[in-house]
């Protein structure tokens, strides 16, 4: 089955960068749509972006749109999410799907991004 696995989280302070890494096994990603999500403890799970199988077009929740840029690399098998201009709002663990209309795959264990002093 498909497998997702998610890296790059950290601690950074408010105002900084961070690359966060989608690696997709058992499937060739290109023709695929994929989203970037991400879950504070006690909330649902909400969508950041996603980005398109066809022309790389991509889209975004207002609260990332301008500070986020999700990317991929279908040779790779990868999708990457760039964050700068981070804030302490930002503080989640992130996941890597694909998008909220369509099935699932099974959920990775996300990459927690703690932003703070």
């Known amino acids: 089955q498909v497998q997702l696995v998610e890296s790059g989280g950290g601690l950074v302070q408010p105002g900084g960068s961070l690359r966060l890494s989608c690696a997709v096994s058992?499937?060739?990603?290109?023709?695929?749509?994929m989203s970037w999500y991400r879950q504070i403890p006690g909330k649902e799970r909400e969508w950041v972006a996603t980005?398109?199988?066809?022309?790389?077009?991509?889209t975004y929740t207002a609260s990332a749109r301008g500070r986020f840029t999700i990317s991929r690399e279908n040779h790779k098998n990868m999708i990457f999410l760039d964050m700068s201009d981070l804030n302490p709002e930002d503080t989640a663990v992130y996941y890597c799907n694909r998008p909220p209309n369509l099935p699932t795959w099974p959920w990775g264990q996300g990459t927690q991004v703690t932003v703070s002093e």
């Open positions: 980005i398109s199988a066809f022309d790389s077009s991509s």
């Open positions: 058992n499937i060739n990603l290109a023709g695929y749509f």
